[in-house]
């Protein structure tokens, strides 16, 4: 269905269904209509990748709608991927419904739920998340590997790591962030930008500076909302180690 689908369609789920989806025509609607889109354990297979312009919601009553994948402890760093991909000419829209998985491990090994651009490929994708809810206890809810992230609305969630870890430019206007938030930045990639101008994050803000790189910042900047938990500048080397150089890492707060 959704490749048979024009631009401006929309697909609604009949029922819950278990595949890999790529939506590579512009402005599709996928509607998971209560239903959940299931990418099991296929390794380097996202339930969903995007690369158009991409809108995602769920019509039904009770938002029970759902993307995810089945990934475990076990399979973490070994199949474990992203339930959702954001690649090349993808902007996604998330109105509401659910993003969740269970990969992230004790070795520290896993697969981000969410993620946005490639560090690797000249390409600025995007998320603007408007609702819904994208949950990930023990590894990272949403990477920004280059592109954009929005957060308007809804609820993302991670007890044991990162619910936002930004190497490129990430801009929370509202919704709930249950979980650490960083800016990073690293010898090959770009300098990064987090800006916190609304909404509430439940969890600690930290701006690092990944291998000391000289001429990359990684920048915070805090100019409204609320921030529950500690802020800290940053450098890396097989751990994190407090930094006052402003070259390398820095939190601004006005307002």
Request: cysteine-free; proline content about 1%.
């Amino acid at each position: 269905a959704i490749n048979a689908a024009a631009s401006k369609a929309t697909v609604k789920l009949l029922a819950d269904t278990k595949e890999n989806v790529t939506i590579s025509t512009p402005y599709v609607t996928l509607d998971l209509n209560g239903h959940t889109l299931n990418g099991g354990t296929v390794k380097a297979k996202p339930a969903l990748t995007v690369t158009a312009r991409v809108t995602v919601m769920d019509s039904s009553e009770a938002k029970t709608g759902t993307i995810m994948r089945e990934d475990t402890a076990e399979n973490s760093g070994v199949s474990s991927h992203y339930v959702i991909d954001i690649q090349g000419a993808g902007w996604l829209t998330f109105e509401s419904g659910n993003v969740t998985n269970n990969s992230g491990n004790e070795s520290g090994k896993g697969a981000s739920l969410v993620r946005v651009g490639d560090d690797s490929v000249a390409k600025y994708p995007g998320l603007n998340i408007k609702g819904g809810t994208f949950t990930q206890d023990n590894f990272i809810v949403i990477k920004v590997d280059r592109g954009d992230l929005f957060l308007n609305g809804g609820t993302l969630s991670s007890t044991n790591s990162y619910a936002i870890e930004n190497w490129h430019r990430a801009t929370v206007k509202g919704g709930t962030v249950n979980g650490a938030v960083a800016a990073w930045t690293y010898s090959g990639g770009l300098s990064s930008d987090l800006t916190i101008s609304g909404g509430t994050v439940n969890g600690d803000v930290t701006s690092v500076n990944y291998d000391s790189a000289e001429g990359k910042v990684a920048k915070v900047s805090i100019t409204g909302g609320t921030v529950n938990g500690k802020l800290g500048t940053y450098t890396y080397n097989n751990g994190l180690a407090a930094t006052t150089d402003a070259a390398k890492a820095t939190i601004k707060i006005t307002g």
